[in-house]
């Protein structure tokens, strides 16, 4: 019995000792969809995360010249670094592949030749 009371008291310390996360919530949020495959969301967290992305169909052309439709995709999302700063990171995203663009992302040096 001793040793039962022992392990809840111990339990409830470690309870007490553990940090409360809140959860986190969606504060607001849109999303809009184009009949042509084009869209638009944007949402917004209680802990500071934003992301907002729009696509748009463009006709592109493949290696062999026939024309297809891509979506160029552009946008953003935020959050608060361990530092307390919020880091933005932009992106396109087309036929050619991902580009994201941020303070927090090391740019590659140019080739020379
Ligand atoms: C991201 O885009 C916004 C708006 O176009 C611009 O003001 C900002 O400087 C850009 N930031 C980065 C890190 O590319």
Excluded: C, W
């Excluded at 008291?9 to 409360?20: F, K, N, R, S």
């Excluded at 530092?83 to 941020?102: K, R, S, V, W």
Aim: net charge negative.
């Amino acid at each position: 019995m001793k040793f039962i009371i022992v392990a809840a008291v111990a339990l409830v310390a470690v309870a007490a000792a553990l940090p409360v996360e809140e959860p986190v919530e969606i504060v607001n949020s849109v999303f809009e969809q184009q009949a042509d495959g084009g869209y638009k969301y944007a949402f917004g967290q209680s802990d500071g995360v934003k992301r907002e992305e729009t696509g748009v169909v463009k006709e592109a052309f493949d290696e062999d010249n026939k024309p297809h439709n891509v979506v160029v995709v552009r946008g953003s999302y935020s959050y608060i670094n361990p530092n307390g700063q919020e880091e933005l990171i932009n992106y396109t995203a087309d036929e050619e592949g991902f580009h994201p663009e941020g303070s927090s992302i090391p740019v590659a040096p140019v080739a020379r030749r």
